[in-house]
């Protein structure tokens, strides 16, 4: 075999495996592929150590300790408001990890103060679907939307229903949700 001939022949050759090949080549080295070990080696290790039919192997799980890490909820603060300048929402997403994801948005039709705190609720269910949380703590300070969906309170406004009903079917995307109200004044934060 003509070790320069093989290279130009083979154009994935370069680098090192190519300076190695020519080097080599004049020992009369010939390369054959090994065949899979890995059967082997299980076959060996079974061999080495005989199971007896009569010994009771143990299938339990072994530490029973790990069973019970608990997943960690991902956190969601939403608030929307409305003044003479416009209307915004914002809405922040904590992860289990700590790390912050911060949104806002400005609403370009006009809207009252409930509607805009419904949809920083929605936009924020939404985000939380995305990343694909399945735990997650609301936290608002609008009383009205976080009773309205938690189903403590009625629904008096019929121009807020679809978005309750938006809101509420979101819900259904997460294995476990709690809902809480939060004051602005306790909160220290305003997204807008």
């Given at each position: 075999?003509?070790?320069?001939?093989?290279?130009?022949?083979?154009?994935?050759?370069?680098?090192?495996?190519?300076?190695?090949?020519?080097?080599?080549?004049?020992?009369?080295?010939?390369?054959?592929?090994?065949?899979?070990?890995?059967?082997?080696?299980?076959?060996?290790?079974?061999?080495?150590?005989?199971?007896?039919?009569?010994?009771?192997?143990?299938?339990?799980?072994?530490?029973?300790?790990?069973?019970?890490?608990?997943?960690?909820?991902?956190?969601?603060?939403?608030?929307?408001?409305?003044?003479?300048?416009?209307?915004?929402?914002?809405?922040?997403?904590?992860a289990p990890n700590g790390e912050q994801l911060l949104m806002s948005k400005r609403l370009c039709f006009p809207t009252t103060n409930n509607v805009a705190e419904y949809e920083a609720c929605i936009c924020g269910l939404e985000a939380l679907i995305a990343v694909g949380a399945k735990k997650v703590e609301v936290f608002g300070d609008s009383m009205l939307v976080v009773s309205h969906v938690k189903g403590e309170w009625e629904l008096k406004e019929e121009k807020l229903r679809p978005y309750l009903e938006y809101a509420k079917k979101l819900l259904f995307s997460f294995e476990e949700v709690t809902m809480k109200h939060m004051p602005r004044a306790r909160t220290g934060w305003s997204m807008l």
């Open positions: 075999m003509d070790p320069l001939k093989y290279l130009f022949e083979v154009p994935m050759l370069v680098g090192k495996l190519a300076k190695w090949l020519v080097l080599l080549s004049e020992f009369d080295i010939v390369y054959e592929t090994r065949k899979t070990i890995k059967g082997r080696i299980v076959a060996e290790f079974l061999s080495e150590n005989p199971v007896n039919e009569e010994e009771e192997v143990e299938t339990a799980f072994p530490d029973e300790s790990l069973k019970l890490v608990e997943v960690q909820p991902w956190k969601m603060y939403f608030d929307g408001a409305m003044n003479k300048s416009g209307v915004g929402i914002g809405v922040v997403l904590e």
